[in-house]
């Protein structure tokens, strides 16, 4: 017999289905989560233009896991993103440092959350952590 059955008890089911009207056509990609007592726990429909049957399934898949993951840590968009600057062409340490020990970033991060402007990059010092600066080069 054909019909959805739900996973097992503590896990959770993602059910995808990815669809172009022609190969390549219009398509779409859509997915649900559910849980062992089949409870909705999340679904999408993304419309994705032009493209193959085989690259909405492929997306389907690939929005499902991200929302899932993302829906259910409430930092995992940030961790994704830092995995994946992690894991470029580079190396990274990270390393914990006390406040005292990392004061001019612990300046910059109260002063932060005075400003209004969602980002802003600084190309020289600031006044206000100059002396810290000089201090940390002795």
């Known amino acids: 017999m054909v019909a959805w059955f739900p996973p097992l008890s ?5 059910n995808t289905d990815g669809a172009s009207q022609g190969n390549p056509g219009v398509a779409g990609a ?11 726990i999340l679904g999408f429909t993304a419309h994705l233009g032009i493209c193959t049957s085989v ?9 499902g896991l991200s929302l899932a993951w993302n829906s259910l840590h409430p930092l995992g968009t940030i961790i994704e993103d830092v995995r ?8 990274i340490k990270f390393q914990h440092t006390y406040r005292e020990g990392n004061f001019c ?4 991060s109260k002063m932060a959350c005075t400003i209004d402007e969602e980002l802003m990059v600084f ?13 940390d080069s002795r």
Do not use: M, Q
Request: hydrophobic share 50%.
């Open 10 to 14: 503590g896990f959770l089911k993602l």
């Open 30 to 40: 859509d997915g649900l989560l559910r849980n062992e007592a089949a409870d909705w």
């Open 55 to 63: 690259a909405a399934e492929l997306y389907a898949i690939r929005t």
């Open 84 to 91: 994946s600057l992690k894991a470029r062409n580079w190396i």
């Open 105 to 108: 970033v612990d300046v910059l």
């Open 123 to 135: 190309y020289s010092p600031l006044t206000e952590i100059s002396s810290f600066l000089d201090a």
